[in-house]
């Protein structure tokens, strides 16, 4: 008995081990990739060139290629995609290819480069997909290689009979050649003299320190032409189209031109370093961005101004409904159009210059981080603008349209992206936020029916002849030829108390503009009426008076 339990625990223990050596086997097959050889071709490592971590071999990389030194730098390289024979022949120059692709288009993270064999980063989040995880793979950024882009990568691999090391990726070397024909020096660069090629500060060589403000001042000098050009054109030409589409063009022209200027400068005739194209490269998308939205609405406005006049008092008027909904549309139009031309200049910025993945906002815009700060710093803006795009959707308040905004009388003069612009009856401009005056009620005078009724309320004495009075009120409103459906027209004796009756006269007038002026008049006649049956001696107002006793 004593036997069989010495037998059961004994193969217990060896299931046991064989669990925890395969275990842990998987384990290290998942912190590299297993290839049978690893640049063969070429000689030995130099002993300094230490491949054990990430950061080692980007610096060993570097270094190597600072001391000229390809042949050595080639180890730095998964050069499995050339035969044995050719890796000492293509090596080196596949070194100094990829060195000067990540000199002018990438720029290194040494954060994300751990000195650790493993990459592990135990310093990440628990929510990250790698959180705890050693790393076999790191991404040092992307270029774009036209219809598609190119991922430059380390990648940690073990030979059969050598120790894991990290190189970069045998994909990535398959690249650069490609990646070089892009973004390599171009012809004119390399006449350039060898000494202007040293580097000078911020990471820039000395022929981009006295290149640049040429570049930029050949595109500010090209800016200058178009500009005199579309003046030229501008004093000959005639017509609207002509003078529209000028109108419309010569901004968007000569931005294009300028930021065309800059681009071929510095990405076709001469391709500057990665310092330098990290500024320059989100220029260039602003500006192209920036003509087509300045085209956009130099071409709405244009179209706006043939079609909407917009003087307040002319879009008041009630024949002009359908010109103040064409205008507010036009101006919701506009402001869309910005709104997706800014989304849209930001999208192609961050992916012009990869900075989520190259300079370590990664970790920043996978958290959300970003998001949540940007939107909680311009909320109140984001709520305005949203708010402004509400209103011009659902038409709310027209431009043109009077409303009663907090007892005010005005007429809706502007509808910007932060604040509404009303003009009040006595001319003074109030500046109302957008979120405010979606959020508060208001009256619209104009909104689907300009006609309203109007009332004149007199306080009068209980002896006056109402029945005279509603004569004397008929007569007045068939003679008033501002007064529409004079049949609705009628006097009510609405409520009394001891001091008299109030009796309220009511008329339709065909605008509120017009009902204001009518209410005036009228309430003027019929105060001249009542007193001229005050002056027959018969009672008109209310008489009240003091007992002295």
């Given at each position: 008995m004593r036997h069989a339990a010495v037998r059961l625990l004994t193969w217990a223990a060896a299931i046991w081990i064989g669990c925890a050596a395969a275990l842990a086997q998987s384990q290290d097959m998942n912190a590299w990739f297993e290839i049978p050889f690893l640049n063969s071709g070429l000689d030995p490592a130099p002993e300094d060139f230490d491949r054990s971590t990430p950061q080692g071999a980007v610096e060993s990389f570097l270094d190597a290629v600072g001391r000229e030194d390809y042949a050595a730098a080639a180890h730095g390289l998964n050069l499995s995609g050339y035969a044995p024979e050719r890796q000492s022949d293509v090596g080196p120059e596949l070194a100094q290819q990829l060195a000067e692709v990540l000199e002018r288009k990438a720029v290194i993270s040494w954060r994300a480069l751990?000195?650790?064999?493993?990459?592990?980063?135990?310093?990440?989040?628990?929510?990250?997909?790698?959180?705890?995880?050693?790393?076999?793979?790191?991404?040092?950024g992307v270029l774009d290689k036209g219809d598609r882009e190119a991922a430059i990568r380390l990648n940690r691999v073990?030979?059969?009979?050598?120790?894991?090391?990290?190189?970069?990726?045998?994909?990535?070397?398959?690249q650069v050649p490609e990646l070089h024909r892009i973004y390599g020096p171009s012809q004119l660069e390399q006449r350039i003299p060898a000494s202007l090629k040293a580097e000078a500060f911020w990471g820039l060589d000395w022929w981009e320190v006295i290149g640049l403000p040429i570049f930029i001042f050949a595109a500010i000098f090209a800016g200058i032409l178009m500009h005199w050009l579309f003046g030229t054109l501008s004093r000959h030409a005639?017509?609207?189209?002509a003078t529209t589409a000028l109108r419309a063009l010569r901004w968007p022209a000569i931005i294009a031109v300028a930021t065309t200027i800059l681009m071929l400068s510095t990405q076709r005739f001469f391709v500057v370093s990665g310092t330098a194209s990290a500024v320059i490269e989100p220029i260039i998308v602003i500006g192209y961005i920036g003509a087509f939205l300045t085209f956009a609405l130099q071409l709405i406005d244009s179209i706006l101004d043939r079609t909407v006049n917009f003087d307040a008092g002319e879009l008041s008027d009630p024949s002009k409904s359908s010109v103040r909904t064409i205008a507010t549309s036009f101006s919701g139009l506009r402001k869309a159009l910005i709104v997706v031309a800014l989304l849209a200049a930001i999208g192609f910025v961050l992916s012009a210059t990869n900075l989520?993945?190259?300079?370590?906002?990664?970790?920043?815009?996978?958290?959300?981080?970003?998001?949540?700060?940007?939107?909680?710093?311009?909320?109140?803006v984001l709520g305005n603008i949203m708010a402004s795009l509400q209103i011009a959707m659902n038409r709310s308040a027209r431009?043109?349209?009077?409303?009663?905004?907090?007892?005010?009388?005005?007429?809706?003069?502007?509808?910007?992206?932060?604040?509404?612009?009303?003009?009040?009856?006595?001319?003074?401009r109030l500046i109302v936020p957008v979120e405010h005056f979606v959020s508060d009620?208001?009256?619209?005078?104009?909104?689907?029916?300009?006609?309203?009724?109007?009332?004149?309320?007199?306080?009068?004495?209980?002896?006056?002849?109402?029945?005279?009075?509603?004569?004397?009120?008929?007569?007045?409103?068939?003679?008033?030829?501002?007064?529409?459906?004079?049949?609705?027209?009628?006097?009510?004796?609405?409520?009394?108390?001891?001091?008299?009756?109030c009796v309220r006269f009511q008329f339709n007038c065909p605008d509120p503009t017009t009902g204001w002026a009518v209410e005036c008049d009228m309430r003027e006649a019929l105060i001249e009426e009542v007193q001229a049956l005050a002056a027959k001696g018969r009672p008109a107002f209310p008489q009240a008076g003091i007992d002295a006793g």
């Open positions: 751990l000195e650790r064999p493993d990459a592990l980063d135990a310093t990440a989040a628990s929510s990250r997909a790698m959180s705890g995880e050693p790393r076999r793979s790191l991404l040092i073990k030979p059969e009979s050598g120790d894991p090391v990290w190189v970069f990726s045998a994909r990535t070397v398959q005639s017509g609207w189209a989520f993945r190259t300079l370590g906002f990664s970790l920043l815009a996978s958290a959300g981080a970003l998001t949540l700060i940007l939107g909680f710093a311009a909320r109140r431009i043109g349209d009077q409303v009663y905004y907090e007892d005010q009388w005005c007429t809706v003069e502007r509808i910007h992206f932060t604040f509404v612009q009303l003009l009040r009856w006595d001319g003074v009620s208001f009256v619209n005078l104009t909104k689907d029916d300009s006609t309203l009724i109007r009332t004149v309320s007199l306080t009068l004495a209980h002896e006056l002849d109402v029945d005279a009075l509603r004569a004397r009120f008929m007569d007045l409103v068939e003679d008033n030829d501002d007064i529409i459906e004079k049949d609705a027209a009628a006097v009510r004796v609405t409520t009394q108390d001891a001091l008299g009756q």
